[in-house]
């Protein structure tokens, strides 16, 4: 028993062994070098007004809004191609909806008036980026993004005038840890577009809801996913220092 206990793990000795001395033929070679900074940011705005538009069923909307959103970074290489840092992202949505008709059939009509809806949000992001250069290329290279965020935000919802005016105030806290690959490609030496997209992720949200100061609620979810989102598709500008 003894002998063939010795010779198991000398068998097993052996192909550990040969599995060290494999190689894949992979080079890593280094695209950012450690001691590097990186800072960056995206932006994003848009602004939309409809006045008596229609569209299949809508009868006539009058509404107007905008969204903005800010998100800058900065990121120091403690390694050659890995590097530790922080994102801060801000987030700001306007809804005015002055009218909506909608007709859905003979005896169904439905009409919304009056009706506001504003929402602002930021977030903080603990990230660790690592890069792998596409061959012996400096310009392009491929890097994967863990990301760790905490976020807080509020909101009001408004609805009817007069007596008959209603709103509603919310608060919410997120919590989410996921990883985030992308391209980078250099325009110079110091200056990288990036293009990123999220593919996996664990989600955790609660919302907090008082109406007319009166009526309380309370929602909380949680979700994971291993998945392509084209949602959370990020583009954004870099300076390498």
């Not at 504003?118 to 690592?130: M, N």
């Not at 250069?133 to 976020?151: D, H, I, V």
Request: hydrophobic letters at 35%; a neutral charge.
């Amino acid at each position: 028993m003894k002998k063939q206990i010795l010779l198991l793990i000398c068998v097993l000795g052996a192909f550990c062994t040969q599995a060290q001395r494999f190689d894949r033929g992979i080079e890593q070679h280094t695209f950012v070098p450690k001691g590097q900074w990186v800072v960056g940011s995206s932006i994003s705005y848009s602004e939309y007004s409809t006045d008596n538009y229609k569209f299949l069923v809508i009868e006539g909307i009058d509404a107007s809004g905008y969204s903005f959103k800010v998100s800058p970074l900065v990121c120091y290489f403690f390694r050659d191609n890995v590097g530790a840092g922080g994102r801060f992202s801000y987030n700001r949505t306007l809804t005015k909806l002055d009218a909506l008709s909608l007709n859905l059939g003979d005896d169904l009509d439905l009409d919304i008036n009056d009706f506001y809806n504003l929402s602002h949000s930021g977030s903080a992001t603990a990230i660790v980026r690592t890069y792998i250069s596409l061959g012996n290329s400096k310009r392009f290279g491929l890097f994967n993004e863990a990301q760790l965020t905490g976020g807080y935000g509020q909101g009001k919802l408004v609805n009817g005038k007069g007596d008959d005016l209603t709103g509603t105030f919310q608060k919410k806290i997120d919590l989410q840890i996921g990883m985030a690959p992308g391209l980078v490609a250099f325009i110079n030496n110091y200056t990288a577009i990036e293009v990123s997209i999220g593919v996996l992720g664990f989600n955790y949200s609660k919302t907090k809801q008082v109406t007319d100061q009166v009526y309380y609620g309370e929602r909380s979810s949680s979700s994971a996913n291993f998945k392509i989102n084209l949602f959370s598709i990020g583009l954004g500008i870099a300076f390498y220092l």
